[in-house]
């Protein structure tokens, strides 16, 4: 593997997780973001003997092989098309961008000019994703007939961005994506979506609790997703009080068998939080494993390098989570189905 010099673009909490990540394969990392945060982690971390300097975003794009965006979403299309533009490999957080056309544009961008875009749709690389969906394909459970996976977590607070719709894209794309990501890769192709939402989306405009000033902070959403082969997903997300602990579970049954997980109830799950914040304002890690944000970073470093490596989330996975997010968007905004096409490979 060629030497590795990442330009990590942002500096809150998933640009923490990308970072030990390219600490662990030896990377020496750039950092740049708004504000003088960037100046603020790299002294933290270069005070634990890291090779992690801030620069400006021009001096960053000189001395870096890839640039690994970690900025809130509504940016992800106008950073990436400037490092593609610039020669650079892209990892980029999830979701890719906000709209099918940007992701699409995006995706194109990186063909044209011969670079790598990955997403990093980090729950792929969780051991019990990865299980479940082996165990699907090896059809130990036989024909798939429904899929049910739900994800909850207070509502976040730490970064205003995330509490606005127009720029994150809301629960259904900014947290839900990971399970219609996943529900994808497992079941296949989507034909039909048809998603609910209950719960003001935007926390400023939300009604406050009766007697308080605070305001009404659960946002529920439910989506189902048709697939091609027939079989059925259904995907609840809650974003709910700030005493509601991150939880991920999945029920997957087919004519053969049923496999569960539930993160409660097994160890595999910790969350991981930044500065003082409370635990469940973290991000989800696994402490019995090697870190799945480690996982992707290795995957796709080896990918710049040898051709034949092919991650096991792709340029075209991205643009896919992007495209069902949007539909369930939609059909929560009308309360219809919003029927899709299959994917034209």
């Known amino acids: 593997m060629s030497p590795l010099h990442i330009g990590l673009l942002g500096a809150g909490a998933i640009a923490r997780s990308h970072l030990d990540g390219w600490l662990e394969l ?16 790299a002294a933290e971390y270069a005070a634990l003997g890291h090779d ?36 650079k490999h892209v990892v980029c957080e999830k979701p890719l961008a906000l709209t099918v056309a940007d992701a ?25 994703y990865a299980a479940m969906r082996q165990t699907v394909h090896q059809r130990e459970l036989g024909d798939l007939a429904v899929l049910r ?10 970064a205003p961005w ?15 994506l990971h399970d219609l990501d996943i529900a994808r890769w ?18 400023a405009d939300a009604p406050a609790v009766h007697g308080t000033d605070t305001p009404a902070e659960v946002v529920t959403a439910t989506v189902v997703l048709t697939h091609a082969s027939g079989a059925l997903t259904h995907v609840s997300g809650l ?28 160890p595999g799950f910790r969350i991981t939080a930044q500065d003082a914040r409370a ?18 970073l290795r995957e796709f470093a080896a990918a710049w390098d040898d051709a034949t490596v092919t991650p096991r989330v792709t340029a075209q996975d991205g643009v896919e989570a992007v495209r069902l997010a949007c539909a369930a968007i939609e059909s929560s905004r009308t309360g219809r189905a919003v029927e899709l096409k299959e994917v034209t490979r």
């Open 26 to 41: 030896g990377a020496t990392v750039s950092v740049h973001s708004r504000g003088d945060s960037a100046e603020k982690l």
């Open 104 to 128: 699409r544009e995006m995706v194109a961008a990186a063909e044209a000019a011969g670079v790598r875009l990955q997403p990093a749709h980090v729950v792929r690389y969780f051991p019990a």
């Open 149 to 158: 996976l739900t994800r909850s977590s207070a509502r976040p607070r730490w």
């Open 186 to 203: 497992t079941a296949g192709d989507v034909v039909r979506v048809h998603a609910l939402t209950r719960g003001t989306e935007r926390l």
């Open 239 to 266: 974003w709910g009080l700030p005493s509601q602990p991150f939880r991920t579970t999945f029920h997957i049954a087919g004519s053969d068998g049923v496999l569960r997980h539930d993160s409660a109830a097994a």
């Open 279 to 296: 635990a469940q304002d973290g991000i989800p890690s696994t402490p019995m494993t090697e870190s799945p944000y480690l996982s992707q």
């Open 52 to 87: 992690v300097t801030a620069t400006t975003l021009d001096e960053l794009l000189a001395r870096c092989r890839a640039v690994d965006l970690c900025t809130p979403t509504a940016t992800h299309k106008d950073l990436a098309l400037t490092a593609i533009a610039a020669g």
């Open 162 to 176: 995330l509490g606005d719709p127009a720029q994150s894209g809301g629960v259904l794309m900014d947290f839900m």
